[in-house]
């Protein structure tokens, strides 16, 4: 019962204040809604991207020589680190730069305060986070409708731009190590150049495999040719009806191949005809230096093969985002909702009105000169 008393004392007290509270909430309702046709409106683009991967820029996965299945759109680090370009302050400063924001937002630009405020108010109006499918939803809030969709676009790029930055960046260092090392190659394939003619001219010796069999079958032909003609001489120069001349001819056929025979095992020292004891002294020279000059010109084609497979990479133009959606102009505006607003204003307002008007009935008869020390004075 006394509950019931209790409210109906309230209620007492609110009637009794009626029209207070009618004016306090009839005027918040003249200001608000005041207030709420005064604010600018603003209209939200939104793009949607997903991160690439990055092994699309690899130059074996380009070129097919991997037999390793392609995975177009990147995993949940990629989606992390183009969330951390999306919202770095390189991306805001480009975009502040690129539309002039200080002047759009009517900021002073001259001062380290006015650089830090327009970023914080880009901030309020940007956003790029991910959404429920793990995509980047990128939005931008605007007065005009046409310049938020813009900036959406402008500042998905940029991110697109930073991200194969970051890859190019890394071919770039790799280029400048195979350039390095193409190079330092390249000068020593020269010095094994000169150091293989060099031994070349001084054995004779240009093809180690032709020139060995060559000289085999020379000295074996010289051999049974000495063979063959002191076996003739033997038969025949003991036979009178053999004539003379016939015997002088064999004669100086037998000489002319024991020379060959002593030039072919060990020839004069101004002789410039390859030799066995030449070709034995200079063929593990000549074979060794021929075998790494073929290593250095192998290693050194695999290296030129490479740089430009990379080269190529670099230079090709390999999204780092996949979209899904660009930024089309807003039709309607994402805020303010006015009539939510002017609502509310007026809720709260009642809400304040009674909370007032309760406490100052409660503590009515309350004297304040009993906290002062008035009384008893």
Not at 8 to 32: D, E, H, P
Not at 315 to 323: G, L, S, Y
Request: aromatic share 8%.
């Amino acid at each position: 019962m006394s509950n019931r008393d209790n409210l109906l004392g309230v209620f007492q007290t609110l009637y009794r204040w009626r029209k207070a509270i009618r004016n306090i909430c009839l005027i918040t309702l003249v200001i608000s809604i005041g207030l709420s046709l005064m604010m600018d409106n603003y209209y939200k683009a939104s793009t949607i991207f997903y991160p690439a991967s990055p092994e699309l820029a690899n130059p074996e996965l380009i070129f097919g020589y991997t037999g390793q299945v392609t995975h177009y759109f990147g995993s949940d680090r990629d989606l992390d680190r183009i969330d951390e370009i999306a919202n770095s302050n390189e991306v805001v400063d480009y975009m502040v730069r690129t539309f002039d924001l200080h002047r759009h937002y009517g900021i002073d630009s001259s001062t380290l305060k006015g650089k830090a405020k327009v970023r914080e108010m880009f901030f309020n109006l940007y956003s790029a986070q991910k959404n429920k499918n793990d995509a980047i939803e990128l939005t931008v809030e605007d007065t005009d409708p046409k310049l938020a969709a813009t900036m959406a676009n402008a500042a998905r790029d940029k991110i697109n731009e930073i991200a194969q930055q970051l890859i190019k960046g890394s071919q770039q260092r790799l280029l400048a190590t195979f350039e390095e090392n193409i190079t330092q190659k390249a000068a020593e394939l020269e010095m094994l150049g000169d150091s293989l003619r060099g031994l070349q001219s001084k054995y004779n010796i240009y093809s180690v495999t032709e020139q060995g069999e060559q000289l085999s079958a020379q000295l074996a032909m010289a051999e049974s040719q000495i063979v063959r003609n002191k076996a003739k001489l033997e038969v025949l120069e003991g036979n009178p009806a053999i004539p003379r001349d016939t015997i002088a001819y064999i004669k100086a056929n037998l000489r002319a191949f024991e020379q060959e025979r002593k030039s072919l095992r060990s020839p004069d020292a101004n002789s410039q005809n390859l030799s066995v004891k030449n070709f034995s002294e200079g063929f593990p020279k000549v074979s060794t230096l021929t075998d790494l000059h073929f290593q250095a010109r192998k290693q050194l084609s695999f290296d030129v093969e490479r740089y430009n497979q990379i080269k190529s990479a670099y230079n090709t133009d390999i999204p780092a985002i996949q979209i899904v959606e660009k930024a089309e102009v807003p039709l309607l505006k994402s805020r303010p909702k006015r009539s939510i607003l002017v609502i509310s204003s007026v809720i709260a307002a009642f809400m304040f009105a009674v909370l007032g008007i309760l406490i100052a009935e409660a503590y009515r008869d309350f004297r304040w000169s009993d906290i002062t020390g008035d009384g008893r004075r």
